[in-house]
């Protein structure tokens, strides 16, 4: 099955500092990756979509800026958060999508997640 | 703008209980997904139901879409530990909008 990998699994920083998130598809291309926030017993908060090629598109309320999105590749995305804070301390899923939201292959498949805590 | 609902918000149920979980949107999906999110993992996806009135079986899983393809629901037979965890049902207006997830619905078993 489709298998998407996320690195580093959990971070721990020191407020101020950069994280870089990375998510790949292993064994497909994934024109299209996503990547969501999801706080405690919350659900998932969709934070940008990225088209392999093009700029992200960015959800209301989340800044562009503070949360760089790279998709160079069919097969890596990247989400950098810079100058954290503690308030961005939280779980980030990216998910891919093998298709470009092809009427029925539009089946999302999540990595495994990142914790990132920012002190 | 577009919203999922789901409810319960919380179940928990004796092993061996049946169990539902029910996803209402505000507005017309042209599919709708399921997924299982155990504690301390991601979200894993189950199915995805496009038909009006679709209905599909997974072993013990049974996901209904409703006829107005505005609401759909999970049951879960004869429940076990294994089935602990979070459900979530995700949305989408158009093949080409964002999913939108519901807010999920927590499921414990008591052994």
């Known amino acids: 099955g489709a298998v998407v990998s996320q690195h580093p699994s959990r971070v721990i920083c020191k407020s101020g500092t950069s994280v870089k998130i990375e998510c790949r598809s292993l064994d497909f291309q994934a024109t299209t990756m996503f990547w969501y926030r999801q706080f405690p017993k919350q659900s998932l908060m969709l934070m940008a979509t990225s088209n392999e090629g093009s700029k992200a598109t960015y959800e209301q309320g989340v800044e562009k800026d503070k949360f760089l999105i790279n998709h160079a590749s069919l097969t890596l995305s990247t989400l950098t958060v810079t100058s954290a804070h503690p308030e961005d301390s939280s779980f980030y899923i990216c998910s891919a999508a093998p298709n470009r939201l092809i009427p029925g292959q539009d089946t999302q498949y999540f990595g495994p997640g990142t914790r990132l805590t920012v002190l | 703008g577009q919203q999922v609902m789901q409810i319960p918000q919380y179940q928990h149920v004796q092993e061996g209980e049946d169990f539902t979980t029910y996803c209402n949107s505000s507005t017309t999906l042209s599919n709708i997904q399921w997924y299982k999110q155990r504690p301390g993992g991601h979200p894993v996806f189950l199915i995805q139901l496009v038909k009006s009135g679709e209905v599909k079986k997974q072993k013990r899983l049974t996901f209904q879409f409703g006829e107005a393809k505005k609401n759909s629901s999970l049951h879960i037979t004869a429940t076990q530990t294994t089935d602990v965890g979070t459900y979530f049902c995700?949305?989408?207006?158009?093949?080409?909008?964002?999913?939108?997830f519901g807010p999920g619905t927590s499921l414990s078993v008591i052994p």
């Open positions: 995700a949305g989408r207006k158009t093949s080409y909008d964002k999913v939108i």
